[in-house]
Antibody, heavy 119, light 108 residues
Framework: EVQVVESGGDLVKPGGSLRLSCAAS????????MNWVRQAPGKGLEWVGR??????????DFAAPVKGRFIISRDDSKNTLYVQMNSLKTEDTAVYYC??????????WGQGTMVTVSS | DIQMTQSPSTLSASVGDRVTITCRAS??????LAWYQQKPGKAPKLLIY???SLESGVPSRFSGSGSGTEFTLTISSLQPDDFATYYC??????????FGQGTKLEIK
């Protein structure tokens, strides 16, 4: 079964850090360009960032609101995607989804993990 | 950055109605446009990719069209399961993504 499962969401204080994980199975993870998408409570979807496959350079790009604060990495030996979130702000409060797909669209989504940034 | 504007933000319709949601881009996208359906508490579900290609397993009452800067999602005959929020999403030449703000489809 093709799936991704996110974990690591928690309550963290402003200025703190948190690392989320995404475990993938059922597809060739090392070839996949992986993304993080978030959704603040009651709000729409927001693309956070993406890491290319190592074969395509392995580089990551980010949306402006998180650039310089978030780092995306991958461990292809463990079929796992990560996002290290630093200098967290209250506006980073959201459900974080791991997602991937073809043709510039995302057809594989996890159930999401909740990150709450609050004092 | 490319901005995506969906309209309407909210749409009230009845079972059996034909509905159309529009997504406009701030610059030309060619055909790199996708549509998603999301229900409360659930992850989004891909409906349409490359503007008009139907994702496997998605009912044929869903269709997409458009190119350049204007795209539409049409549901030909609304079913009870279709009441949800719909998002468009673009994919640009720098492999970055942007979502529209969403259209909530409500029962009239």
């Amino acid at each position: 079964e093709v799936q991704v499962v996110e974990s690591g969401g928690d309550l963290v204080k402003p200025g703190g850090s948190l690392r989320l994980s995404c475990a993938a199975s059922g597809f060739t993870f090392r070839n996949a360009w992986m993304n993080w998408v978030r959704q603040a409570p009651g709000k729409g979807l927001e693309w956070v960032g993406r890491i290319k496959s190592k074969a395509d350079g392995g580089t990551a790009d980010f949306a402006a609101p998180v650039k310089g604060r978030f780092i995306i990495s991958r461990d292809d030996s463990k079929n796992t995607l990560y996002v290290q979130m630093n200098s967290l702000k209250t506006e980073d409060t959201a459900v974080y989804y791991c997602t991937t797909g073809d043709h510039g669209a995302f057809n594989i989504w996890g159930q999401g993990t909740m990150v709450t940034v609050s004092s | 950055d490319i901005q995506m504007t969906q309209s309407p933000s909210t749409l009230s319709a009845s079972v059996g109605d034909r509905v159309t949601i529009t997504c406009r881009a701030s610059q030309s996208l060619s055909s790199w446009l996708a549509w998603y359906q999301q229900k409360p508490g659930k992850a989004p579900k891909l409906l349409i990719y490359k503007a008009s290609s139907l994702e496997s397993g998605v009912p044929s009452r869903f269709s997409g069209s458009g190119s350049g800067t204007e795209f539409t999602l049409t549901i030909s005959s609304l079913q009870p399961d279709d009441f949800a929020t719909y998002y468009c999403q673009q994919y640009d030449t720098y492999f970055m993504f942007t979502f529209g703000q969403g259209t909530k489809l409500e029962i009239k």
